[in-house]
């Protein structure tokens, strides 16, 4: 059974940082993009950051203008995890960071349909 389960969340304030990882089971994910979605209070989720498979030419990242310079995805193919490193927090970024895992499209794609596999979500909440 494949699962991706997220942790790492938590209370920070604001200006603060955390760090959110993903362990996969049941399969790797070396070959495909993973990224992270959140979704705020009252709406919809949305795309946080993406990252291509080890080995790619070129950029191998993407993210979200609202994240850009503040956070970092990485992975580490040997542990099977990626890690979402998210500083300069502000309550704008609260909300339930999840997951995702594309089999399918290559690239870094913004949207939901095009991942397969999801996590159950860690809570993220940025205090003023």
């Known amino acids: 059974q494949v699962q991706l389960v997220e942790s790492g969340g938590g209370l920070v304030q604001a200006g603060g940082s955390l760090r959110l990882s993903c362990a996969a089971s049941?399969?790797?994910?070396?070959?495909?993009?993973m990224g992270w979605f959140r979704r705020a209070p009252g709406k919809e989720r949305e795309f946080v950051a993406a990252?291509?498979?080890?080995?790619?030419?070129?950029?191998?990242?993407d993210y979200a203008d609202s994240v850009k310079g503040r956070f970092t995805i990485s992975r580490d193919n040997a542990k099977n995890t990626v890690d979402l490193q998210m500083s300069s927090l502000t309550p704008e970024d609260t909300g339930v960071y999840y997951c995702?895992?594309?089999?399918?499209?290559?690239?870094?794609?913004?949207?939901?349909?095009?991942?397969?596999?999801w996590g159950q979500g860690t809570q993220v909440t940025v205090s003023s």
């Open positions: 995702a895992a594309s089999l399918r499209v290559r690239g870094f794609p913004r949207w939901q349909s095009a991942y397969d596999y």
């Open positions: 049941g399969r790797t994910f070396n070959s495909n993009t």
């Open positions: 990252v291509g498979p080890i080995g790619w030419s070129g950029t191998n990242t």
